[in-house]
């Protein structure tokens, strides 16, 4: 599975990037047909307080995309979220097509 990652308007750290790769691995374990995985990081700036942070997946199946977006106070938060919701919709999709 090819790992994209963008983050809009901030640099992200290796540690981050890091992360991010380990916790997408899990999905790969799931459903290793996934064919690319991108991983939008933004920082919400419709909030005047601690800004939110945004963490948005798309994963490429064949014949499907799927995805889904989460926001907490911290990247890491946000993507653990996200990865565990994902991996909901994978365990759903594979089930899906097994039983065709």
């Given amino acids: 599975m090819e790992i ?10 290796q540690k981050l ?20 995985a991108e991983v939008f990081l933004k920082l919400d700036a419709n909030s005047h307080e601690v800004r939110d942070k945004i963490a948005e997946i798309k994963l490429n199946l064949p014949g499907k995309i799927l995805f ?3 926001r907490s106070k911290v990247f890491e938060e946000s993507v653990d979220e996200a990865v565990g919701h994902m991996l909901r919709q994978v365990k759903k999709y594979k089930e899906k097509i097994q039983g065709e």
């Fill in 4 to 13: 994209k990652i963008h983050s809009v308007h901030f640099h992200a750290d």
């Fill in 68 to 70: 889904c977006e989460e």
């Fill in 17 to 36: 990037i890091d992360f991010i790769n380990d916790k997408l691995s899990r999905i790969e374990q799931i459903f290793d047909k996934i064919q690319e």
